[in-house]
């Protein structure tokens, strides 16, 4: 099964129902959203990564998003302050498939590989296909998509999951090939001020645990495990260790 093509061909009938209810110049809006998404995971998602502001579709691009975004064609994932009242951030957006993302991106940027792309600028968009990977998984398990930012050019985490009983966790996603404590730092933060008893890094290593200076337990897992998310998470928080033990998760020394 040709899975590249698969995808191919899913995108095209998305756009064919798309260009039905709209003129030939707005239907060009679809390919240049999902694009401009694709281009820019795990960044703040502005309107001018669609269109230029000078284009005459520019004032169109924010109902066009929120029609793809109701078609669930794109996600979109909120990020919060650290008080109710502080607003301003960006949101972030994601495609409904991380292998579209890849895909659609690939066309206009040079090519990443997990292993051989060690330039920090070329793994920045491999950290952003992590991201729309996980992103997937929070929506099949119900989860709204939300992030969360301690100020402008400050402590980040990229998701937070919601528990059952209404705690939550923060996710932190990245695309390195080893864990390293100061991938931690967003994690740390959030919990200290929300009162977290664990934090879950997704990145590229074997999958893992430790506790950061600040006390905080964190299990790092590998993006092949994400599917297992809910199953690790409710695991340790329910303080059962049968089912972590069988991952083989490594300490690591802080």
Known sequence: LNWRQLR??????YRSDFARNFSATEASLFDQCLRGVASNLGSPSKYTQMVRT???LYRRVPDFLELLESWKLIYKSDTRGTRPEQKGFAPKRYLYDPGLANDLRLTAL???????????????????????????????LGQNLTG????VNSSEVDFIYRMTMGDTIPIECKASLVTRPRDTGGLAEYAARHGSKLGVLV?????????TSTGLKVIHIPVYLIDRLAEIVEALCENTSNSTDSLGLTTHDN
Do not use: H
Not at 110 to 139: F, H, K, M, W, Y
């Open 203 to 211: 990145n590229l290593d074997m999958p893992g645990k430790l506790t």
């Open 110 to 140: 040079p090519r990443i590989d997990i292993l051989s792309s060690l330039d920090a600028a070329q793994r920045t968009p491999v950290g952003g296909i992590v991201e729309n990977v996980l992103a997937t998984e929070l929506v099949a």
């Open 54 to 56: 000078t284009s005459a």
């Open 8 to 13: 191919r061909d899913l995108f095209l009938d």
């Open 148 to 151: 969360w930012k301690k100020g």
